[in-house]
C-alpha cells in the first residue's frame, strides 16, 4: 500500500472553504455543535459541598486507582432523549436521518467522576418505524449490565413509542460517547458526546469540549446493509464524506447525473475559537461507522494526554490516530501565530478506509481573527503510514500503573470472511458469524440461571475466571477496531503476523476499551472480570451487521444473583407486543 501526505490540497477548492452556505438547521438540526456558539466546558460541575475543593476530593489522575477508588458524589445528572427521524444535510447533501432531541450530532452528556447519570430515551421513530436503544459507550455498568444497552444481549430494544430510563454510574472519567446499538442505527445519526470530568495533573486554559470526528455516507443505513448483505454483495461500503462535529463541505457536481437530492456546496464547515497564548483541551472521538481517523491541526503541536478512559502520561505528536469508538484528549497551545491568525484543523481518513471524500476540515481562528475568513495555512507533512494500524503501543502509557496479572484463562478467536450458501459475505468470529434475537437478551437468561444458548449468538462463558486473556488473530485483508463493553482493558500486545508472546510493557499495559488490529495481524487483550453479558465486537458498523460480533459471560454466578430491575422486563413485555402486532425486519446481526 503507498504512502500518501496527511492532506491532498488539489480538491475542489469549494470543499476549502469557511464561508458557510445553509443554516445550521439545515445541516444539523438543533444541533449547534460546529458553531462559534458553543461554549467551553469548566472544570467540573458545580456540586455541593466540594470536599477539598473538587467534587472528586483529594484523587489524583496519577495517584489513584480509577478501578477501585472512584468517589461517590450522591448527585444525579439526567437527561430526557427523544430518538426521531428528520432530514438534515451536514454535508449540504440532504438525506433523512434518525436525531437524538432533533440534533446531529446529539446533546453532551456531562457529569462529574462519581455521579449518577440517568437518560430517560423515548423511541419517538415512525414512518418506518424502528427499536432502538443506546450504549454508553466504555462505561464499565459495574453491578447494573442491563443498563449497558446493546439490544439482544443486555436489554430488548425499546419498542416504538415506549421509554427505556438508564440509569448508571460514572465511576470512570474523560471523554466519551453514547450511541445507538440497534443495527447500524449509530450512522444514521444517533451519536452523541458525554464528558465526565475528573482529576488532571495537567494544566490547560480552556476546555473546548467534544470534537466528534465521523465517515458520513448519503445514504440511509438500513439501504447501505441491505445492498452489503445481498448476494454477491461487498463487505466494504464506500463513505461519501467526512465530518468534524457533523460538518464539512461536499462538492455537489460530484453527485451522480440522475440523482436529484437536494444539494448546497459550501454548506459550512466546524468552527472553533483559540485565545492567543493560551492552552486549550480538545476531547477527540471518533464517532464514526467505518474509518481510521488522522487529526491534526497546521502549524500547532498536540500533547496527547488521554485515550479512552485512561489518563496517560503526556506526549507530543503532530497527528493523532483514532479508530472508531476510540478517544483521545489532547492539549493544544496557541502559539502559531498572532491574535489575527487562522488555521485547518484536518481529520483524514486513512488509505485503509475506503472513501470517496476523505478529508475533513474545519476551522480554528484566533481570538481577533475574522471568523468568515477561509485559512490558508500548510498540512504537517506526516505520511500516512498505509499499515491500517494505530499508534504504536509504546508511546501510550497509563499514568496510574497495573500490573498485568497472570490470566486464570485464555482464549483465542480468528476473525474470517466468507460466503455462505446463499452467496452472503459475512463475518465470521471465533468460527461464527453472529445474529443476536432481540426477544431473548442473552443477560435476562443468564440472570435465570439459562446458559445454553444457540451457536448463532456467539456467547462465550468465561465461567468464574477472574482474569480473562483473548488472542484475536485477524485472518482479513482490513484492521478491525475491536471493542470489549463493560471493561477498560489490558492491551497486551498488537502487530503483524501471529503472537509471539511478546508483552508490551507488562508492568504497565495500556488501558482502552477499543483496540485495532493490523490486517493480517494480531491483538492480544486481557481484562479483570466485570460480571455481567457484554459485547466484544468490531466497532466498524458494517462488520458488526455482518456477524463480526460475539458476547462475553463473565462470572455467572454473580449475574443469577442479580436483582434486575422491572423496567427490564418491561421493556422485553413491550418489545414482545409489538413484534407480535408487526413484523421486525432485522436485515443483520441486530447489534
Ligand atoms: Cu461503542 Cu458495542 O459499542
Not at 451519536?191 to 465517515?215: N, R
Not at 463513505?239 to 448546497?264: H, Y
Not at 496527547?304 to 489532547?330: C, E, H, M, W
Not at 471465533?430 to 456467547?459: C, H, K, Q
Amino acid at each position: 500500500m503507498g504512502v500518501i501526505p496527511t492532506a491532498v490540497v488539489h480538491l475542489a477548492n469549494n470543499v476549502y472553504n469557511a464561508a458557510g452556505g445553509l443554516p445550521q438547521r439545515r445541516t444539523n438540526g438543533s444541533s449547534v455543535w460546529g458553531t462559534l456558539l458553543v461554549s467551553a466546558l469548566s472544570l467540573f460541575l458545580n456540586n455541593n459541598p466540594l470536599p477539598d475543593g473538587y467534587p472528586w476530593g483529594k484523587r489524583t489522575d496519577i495517584g489513584t486507582n480509577p478501578f477501585t477508588q472512584f468517589p461517590n458524589t450522591g448527585i444525579i445528572r439526567t437527561y430526557d432523549f427523544t430518538v426521531s427521524r428528520g432530514v438534515i444535510a451536514p454535508d449540504g447533501y440532504d438525506r433523512p436521518v434518525l436525531l437524538v432531541n432533533g440534533a446531529f450530532p446529539g446533546p453532551l452528556i456531562e457529569a462529574n467522576w462519581g455521579d449518577k447519570i440517568i437518560v430517560n430515551v423515548h423511541n419517538n421513530i415512525t414512518g418506518p418505524e424502528e427499536g432502538t436503544a443506546i450504549h454508553w459507550h466504555g462505561f464499565l455498568q459495574e453491578g447494573t449490565p442491563w443498563e449497558d444497552g446493546a439490544p439482544g444481549i443486555s436489554q430488548c430494544p425499546i419498542a416504538p413509542s415506549k421509554t427505556f430510563t438508564y440509569e448508571f454510574l460514572a465511576t470512570l472519567y474523560g471523554s466519551s460517547w453514547y450511541h445507538s446499538h440497534y443495527s447500524a442505527q449509530y450512522s444514521g445519526g444517533v451519536v452523541g458526546p458525554m464528558v465526565v470530568h475528573g482529576p488532571t495533573q495537567q494544566k490547560y486554559d480552556i476546555d473546548l469540549g467534544p470534537v466528534m470526528l465521523s465517515d458520513w455516507n448519503h445514504e440511509e443505513y438500513f439501504d447501505i446493509i441491505e445492498k452489503m448483505l445481498a448476494p454477491n454483495g461487498s463487505p466494504r461500503v464506500i463513505s461519501e464524506n467526512n465530518l468534524i462535529n457533523g460538518k464539512m463541505n461536499f462538492d455537489c457536481s460530484t453527485v451522480a447525473p440522475g440523482d436529484k437530492t437536494p444539494c448546497v456546496s459550501n454548506a459550512g464547515i466546524s468552527k472553533f475559537k483559540f485565545k492567543t497564548g493560551k492552552t486549550h483541551r480538545l476531547r477527540l472521538i471518533n464517532a464514526g461507522a467505518d474509518g481510521v481517523q488522522r487529526f491534526s491541526i497546521d502549524g500547532h503541536t498536540l500533547t496527547v494526554i488521554a485515550n479512552d478512559f485512561t489518563p496517560i502520561k503526556p506526549y507530543n505528536t503532530s497527528v493523532v490516530t483514532l479508530a472508531v469508538g476510540q478517544r483521545a484528549d489532547v492539549l493544544v497551545t496557541a502559539n502559531a501565530g498572532n491574535s489575527k491568525s487562522a488555521f485547518w484543523m484536518r481529520s483524514n481518513l486513512t488509505v485503509c478506509t475506503p472513501a470517496k471524500q476523505p478529508y475533513a476540515v474545519a476551522a480554528v481562528y484566533y481570538d481577533q481573527a475574522d471568523t468568515t475568513k477561509t485559512p490558508t495555512s500548510t498540512p504537517w507533512d506526516v505520511p500516512d503510514p498505509g499499515t491500517c494500524a494505530t499508534d504504536d503501543l509504546s508511546l501510550t502509557e497509563p499514568l496510574y500503573p497495573i500490573k498485568l496479572p497472570d490470566p486464570t484463562t485464555t482464549h483465542t478467536m480468528d476473525i474470517e470472511l466468507f460466503k455462505n450458501a446463499s452467496d452472503v459475505t459475512l463475518w465470521k468470529f471465533g468460527g461464527v458469524s453472529m445474529r443476536a434475537n432481540y426477544n431473548e437478551p442473552v443477560l435476562l437468561l443468564a440472570n435465570d440461571g439459562n446458559f445454553t444458548y444457540p451457536d448463532i449468538w456467539n456467547v462465550v462463558n468465561f465461567q468464574g475466571n477472574t482474569s480473562i486473556r483473548v488472542v484475536v488473530n485477524n485472518r482479513t485483508p482490513g484492521g478491525h477496531p475491536m471493542h470489549l463493553h463493560g471493561h477498560e482493558v489490558y492491551v497486551v500486545h498488537e502487530g503483524p503476523g501471529a503472537w509471539d508472546g511478546t508483552i508490551t510493557r507488562a508492568e504497565n499495559p495500556m488501558r482502552r476499551d477499543v483496540q485495532q488490529v493490523r490486517p493480517g495481524g494480531h491483538v492480544v487483550l486481557q481484562f479483570d472480570a466485570n460480571p455481567g453479558v457484554w459485547g466484544f465486537h468490531c466497532h466498524i458498523a458494517w462488520h458488526a451487521s455482518g456477524g463480526f460480533f460475539s458476547s462475553f459471560v463473565v462470572q455467572p454466578k454473580e449475574i443469577q444473583k442479580m436483582r434486575i430491575p422491572q423496567s427490564v422486563e418491561n421493556t422485553c413485555r413491550e418489545w414482545d407486543a409489538y413484534t407480535h402486532r408487526n413484523v421486525v425486519e432485522q436485515i443483520d446481526s441486530g447489534t
